[in-house]
C-alpha cells in the first residue's frame, strides 16, 4: 500500500501457553454417547449412519447420531427474513456501452488501451445483461433468490458525470426494478462499481473534490428516482480496491501511480463522497430508505481464539482499515495513519470528518479473505500481523487465500468495533477452473466446498446475534473480472460468451438447497 505504512512486526506466538487445553481422554468424554463396547456389526452400523445410508435394524444405533435430524437442522439455520441474494456491476455484465446515450467510463478508456487487461478483453458486450436482464432475473429466481445487488453504471445516468440526466440510461434501471419486484427479488444497488465517467476523469477524476461533490449529486438524483422501489443504496464499492489498485499499482482504471500526497487526497475524496452521497440520499429518497458503503474491510483474524489474541484483532481492525472503514465510522483519521502519512497527510476541510462519518443504516462488507491473521504483542501497537506461508492455499484466483473463518471475523468486528446494527455481506465468492464436463455440465465441487466452509462461519456468527441481515454471492455469473478479463469465472452460472449462454453450475444447486431451506445443506 503506497504512501501507507504500518509498522507491522512479525513475531513468534509466544502466549499459546495460555491456552485452555483439554485433555485427550476428557475430550472424547464429553463428545461420545456411544456404548462402550461396539461388536464389528454395531461399528459398521454407525459407518452406515454417517453415510446416510439406513440401518437394518439397530436398536440402539439407527437413530442417526451425525446425520440429518431437527435439532443438526436448527442448529445450521440462518436467521428469519435472512436475504440470499447474488451480486454483479454494471460495466462487468451489461455490455451496450454505446447504446442509449451512455457516456464513456474511465473503464472503456482503460480496457480500450493495449496490454491493461489479460487477453485485451473489454466489456463492451461482456454478459449483454442490458438485453438479457430478464432471462438474468429468472436465472435468479430458479436460484431462489430474494434479493439482487447490482450497480448502475454514472455515464449511464449523466453520460458528462455531471449536467442534464439522460432518461433512457435511468429507463434500463427502471425496468431492472419492476421485473425484479414482479419476481419478488429486493433490488440493492451500488451507486459506484468503479465506473466514473471519463469526463470526470478529464477534470482531474478523484483527485480533485469536485467529483465527490459530483458523485452526490448523481447519487441523491437516482435515489430520488428509485427509492419507491428501491429500499436499500450502497454508496461506493471497495474504497480500498479503486483507489490503491486504479491510483497506486495503476492495474485498475485508471492505471495511475500517485505519488503518496495525492494519494492520500484521493483516498479522502472517496471518504468524502460517500459522506456527501450518504446525506444527499437521506435527502431526497423516500422515507426509510437505508443507505451505507460496501467495503472490502481488512478482516483481521485472531491466530487463535483467545481473549488477547481477538483484542488484538479488534484492535488491528482499527488500524488495518484507517484510511477507509475506520474513518468513516469513527469520524477521524487514526494517529497512526497521520504519523506515517506525514506531510502526505490528505488535506482536510472544515467538517469533511463529519460528512464523512454521517451515520449509516447498515455497513456493507466484502469478505473473500483475511486482510491479516493477528497475534497479540506487549509492544505498540498491541498486535502483530502474521505473515502467510508460502504455499497457504488459494483458489483459482492466487490472490484468494482460502479462509473460511474471514466470514465469521469480518462481520463479528465490524459489529463489536463499530457497534453496526445491520450489516450486508455485499460480496463473497471464489473463482475456480469451471470447465463444462462433457455432458455439458459444470461440476465445481470446489466452489461447494468453498461456499459450504464460509457460509459455516457466517453461520456461526449468525448464530451468536452478529446482525447480518444478508448475503449476496459474487457473483450470479460469470463475468468481466476487471484486469483478469473473462478467464477469471466467479459465477453460479456458467456463461459462454460466443453464444451468451447460461449454464447453472453445480454449485448453483448448492445455493439453491441453501437458500431454500435457510440453512446450510
Ligand atoms: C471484488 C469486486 C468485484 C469482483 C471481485 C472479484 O473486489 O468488487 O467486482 O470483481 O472482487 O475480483 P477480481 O475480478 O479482481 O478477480
Known amino acids: 500500500m503506497a504512501g501507507l505504512i504500518f509498522i507491522v512486526v512479525y513475531r513468534c506466538i509466544d502466549r499459546t501457553d495460555t491456552v485452555t487445553t483439554i485433555p485427550m481422554e476428557l475430550q472424547h468424554a464429553s463428545a461420545t454417547v456411544m456404548p462402550t463396547r461396539l461388536t464389528r456389526r454395531q461399528l459398521s452400523m454407525v459407518g452406515a449412519s454417517v453415510l446416510g445410508v439406513s440401518a437394518i435394524a439397530a436398536p440402539s444405533l439407527a437413530r442417526p447420531r451425525y446425520g440429518a435430524g431437527p435439532g443438526r437442522e436448527a442448529s445450521r439455520a440462518f436467521p428469519p427474513k435472512f436475504l440470499w441474494g447474488t451480486a454483479t456491476a454494471a460495466y462487468q455484465i451489461e455490455g451496450a456501452v454505446s447504446e442509449d446515450g451512455r457516456g464513456l467510463s474511465i473503464w472503456d478508456t482503460f480496457t480500450h488501451t493495449p496490454g491493461k487487461i489479460r487477453n485485451d478483453d473489454n466489456g463492451d458486450v461482456a454478459?449483454?445483461?442490458?438485453?438479457?436482464?430478464?432471462?438474468?432475473?429468472?436465472?435468479?429466481?430458479?436460484?431462489?433468490?430474494?434479493?439482487?445487488?447490482?450497480?448502475?453504471?454514472?455515464?449511464?445516468?449523466?453520460?458528462?458525470?455531471?449536467?442534464?440526466?439522460?432518461?433512457?440510461?435511468?429507463?434500463?434501471?427502471?425496468?431492472?426494478?419492476?421485473?425484479?419486484?414482479?419476481?419478488?427479488?429486493?433490488?440493492?444497488?451500488?451507486?459506484y462499481h468503479?465506473?466514473?465517467?471519463?469526463?470526470?476523469?478529464?477534470?482531474g477524476g478523484w483527485e480533485i473534490r469536485d467529483t465527490s461533490e459530483?458523485?452526490?449529486?448523481?447519487?441523491?438524483?437516482?435515489?430520488?428516482?428509485?427509492?419507491d422501489r428501491a429500499r436499500h443504496f450502497f454508496t461506493l464499492n471497495e474504497c480500498a480496491a479503486f483507489v490503491e489498485l486504479g491510483h497506486a499499482t495503476g492495474i485498475f482504471a485508471p492505471g495511475l501511480k500517485l505519488p503518496p500526497a495525492r494519494l492520500n487526497q484521493v483516498r479522502h475524496h472517496a471518504l468524502l463522497a460517500h459522506g456527501l452521497a450518504v446525506q444527499a440520499i437521506r435527502a431526497r429518497s423516500r422515507a426509510g430508505t437505508q443507505t451505507g458503503p460496501a467495503e472490502n474491510v481488512s478482516v483481521c483474524v485472531p491466530i487463535i481464539e483467545t481473549p488477547e489474541h481477538i483484542a488484538a484483532a479488534e484492535l488491528a481492525t482499527r488500524e488495518l482499515n484507517a484510511p477507509y472503514l475506520t474513518a468513516i465510522m469513527e469520524g477521524r483519521y487514526r494517529e497512526s495513519f497521520l504519523v506515517a502519512a506525514g506531510a502526505d497527510a490528505p488535506k482536510v476541510a472544515a467538517e469533511d470528518m463529519q460528512t464523512i462519518s454521517t451515520p449509516v443504516d447498515f455497513v456493507g462488507v466484502n469478505v473473500y479473505l483475511p486482510g491479516s491473521y493477528v497475534s497479540a504483542s506487549d509492544a505498540a501497537p498491541g498486535f502483530v500481523s502474521v505473515p502467510f506461508p508460502a504455499k497457504y492455499p488459494?483458489?483459482?484466483?492466487?490472490?484468494?487465500?482460502?479462509?473460511?473463518e474471514a466470514?465469521?471475523?469480518?462481520?463479528?468486528?465490524?459489529?463489536?468495533?463499530?457497534?453496526?446494527?445491520?450489516?450486508?455481506?455485499?460480496?463473497n465468492g471464489c473463482s475456480a477452473t469451471d470447465v463444462p464436463a462433457a455432458d455439458g455440465r459444470v461440476y465445481d465441487t470446489d466452489r461447494i466446498m468453498f461456499l459450504r466452509s464460509y457460509l459455516t462461519q457466517l453461520q456461526r456468527a449468525t448464530s451468536e446475534g452478529v446482525p447480518v441481515r444478508g448475503y449476496f454471492h459474487w457473483s450470479l455469473m460469470d463475468n468481466f473480472e476487471w484486469a483478469d478479463g473473462f478467464g477469471t469465472r466467479f459465477g453460479l452460472l456458467y456463461v459462454d460468451y460466443a453464444t451468451q449462454q447460461r449454464t447453472p453450475k453445480l454449485s448453483a444447486s448448492f445455493y439453491r438447497e441453501v437458500a431454500a431451506r435457510n440453512r446450510l445443506v
Open 127 to 191: 454478459n449483454d445483461h442490458y438485453h438479457r436482464y430478464r432471462d438474468d432475473v429468472s436465472s435468479m429466481k430458479a436460484l431462489g433468490a430474494t434479493a439482487y445487488r447490482f450497480s448502475i453504471s454514472w455515464p449511464r445516468i449523466f453520460p458528462q458525470g455531471t449536467g442534464a440526466p439522460n432518461p433512457k440510461g435511468l429507463d434500463f434501471y427502471d425496468r431492472l426494478l419492476d421485473h425484479l419486484l414482479a419476481n419478488g427479488i429486493a433490488p440493492f444497488p451500488t451507486l
Open 194 to 203: 468503479w465506473d466514473l465517467p471519463q469526463a470526470l476523469q478529464d477534470r
Open 214 to 227: 459530483a458523485f452526490a449529486d448523481y447519487a441523491g438524483y437516482v435515489a430520488e428516482k428509485l427509492s
Open 394 to 404: 488459494t483458489m483459482n484466483s492466487s490472490w484468494l487465500k482460502i479462509a473460511p
Open 407 to 427: 466470514l465469521y471475523w469480518g462481520p463479528r468486528n465490524v459489529a463489536k468495533v463499530w457497534n453496526a446494527s445491520d450489516i450486508y455481506i455485499t460480496e
